[in-house]
């Protein structure tokens, strides 16, 4: 990993300065890039659930903190220098991707960041940047969440906490299979929006009124439960067995799976490990429009902060942040 302290030109960046600091936007020194490495030049990023972790410190029991820590886990830009063993990526190429580090210490909030190059992939011609920056950790997830239960047409699904940048993609990803899908909205933006992504239904968000609706629209039940909000196992067990039909599947993304019995249903505990296969074949879904990126609203750098509320607060699809640097080029 890059030194963060090394002398040299410096960027913008946002980070966590020592433990139970705030983010704050500061200068630092522009990293450099380790042999298997792409420095980019920073134009988008966007705003995670994981990234709001990091900041509060919530992440310290998964990752080191080592800091400056510099906040964000999704890159879209130019690269701007490569490491001596890149061979098939060149400065001047739009490229976007992820940081997925068990380390806090280098992050996308910045003018630049270095990428392990297994981590990129080129941009779609048909994807913009600020498209590009909000695809990284949410769209890797949905993937993730997908190959765990390949659905195909004519089977059915449940999406809990689609609205959300993670379930925005499943979505997408399912309605691509022909898999009928009901997804959970709480208000009218959030049901328009699902709907406009492709889901067939909504249902309410409380436990009882999901298996009620579930039974009206489902009655023999559906094959998938992807369940992207619930953290207590109990509760996603009795979903599960409300709404599941016998050998379905029950997906987490908050570890909350192990308690759906294995006697009829078989269960996944997801974790959204990088690697190239699953950028490129991000990108290929991207190119194709099947992952169509939905962002409703975008902040800078120095309205990080806002954006974090913002997230508190619950956001319908993806935040983006929109890095304006200084820098042309190699800052070198």
Known sequence: MPDPTRPGPVMRAVALLNSGGRPTLCDLPVPLPDADEVLIRVEASSLNPHDAMVVSGAAVTYMEYRYPVVVGSDVSGTVAEVGASVEDIAVGDRVFGLLRERVAARGTFAEYVAVPRSWIAPTPSVVSPSDAGVLGLAALTALRCWQQAPLAARQSALVVGATGGVGSYLVQLLKAAG???????????????????????????????????????????????????TRDPERLATLARDVLVDGGTAVSTNLAAQEVPTRWARSANV??????????????????????????????????????????????????????????GTPR
């Open 179 to 229: 898999v009928a899908v009901v997804a959970t909205a709480r208000t009218a933006v959030q049901s328009d929006h699902v709907r406009s992504l492709g889901a067939d239904a909504t249902v309410g968000w409380e436990e009882g009124d999901i298996v009620e609706a579930m039974r009206d629209l489902h009655p023999h039940g559906v094959d998938a439960v992807f369940d992207l909000a």
């Open 271 to 328: 974790i959204a490990e990088a690697d190239q296969a699953a950028v490129r074949e991000i990108a290929e879904l991207a190119a194709k429009q099947i992952l169509r990126p939905t962002v409703t609203e975008t902040f800078t750098l120095d309205e990080v902060p806002t954006a974090l509320e913002r997230l508190a607060a619950g956001v319908v699809g993806k935040i983006g942040i929109r890095i304006d640097s200084e820098h042309e």
